[in-house]
């Protein structure tokens, strides 16, 4: 059974960074339009930012110029490059991706299992 893993969340003083990574649990053949989700609680999951099929970035007008998407495909990993870190983003950080786990199967949506992101002011 194929996951993705976050990893890099932590505790931070706010005007700090942090970087998030996200990796499958396995080998896998390729990973596309990853996203990175953030949710507090009894808020809904929002998205952060996403990396298009085109590689093209979106970013959530509350993080724009602060934090930055990125993938390695050598790799299969996705990361989030968070600065000038706020007391709002404090949350749950998810990965989503797009997963082919063989160059014969079908593409499936995976979500990984979270990283705490706490930000003190």
């Known amino acids: 059974q194929v996951q993705l893993v976050e990893s890099g969340g932590g505790l931070v003083q706010a005007g700090g960074s942090l970087r998030l990574s996200c990796a499958a649990s396995v080998t896998v053949f390729e990973i596309e339009r990853p996203a990175w989700y953030r949710q507090t609680p009894g808020n809904q999951r929002e998205l952060v930012a996403a990396?298009?099929?085109?590689?093209?970035?979106n970013y959530a007008d509350s993080v724009k110029g602060r934090f930055t998407i990125s993938m390695d495909n050598a790799k299969n990993t996705v990361y989030l490059e968070m600065n000038n870190l706020k007391p709002e983003d404090t949350a749950v950080y998810y990965c989503?991706?797009?997963?082919?786990?063989?160059?014969?199967?079908?593409?499936?949506?995976?979500w990984g299992q979270g990283t705490q992101v706490t930000v003190s002011s």
């Open positions: 989503n991706a797009e997963v082919k786990l063989s160059v014969s199967t079908m593409w499936n949506n995976y």
């Open positions: 990396l298009s099929i085109s590689n093209r970035p």
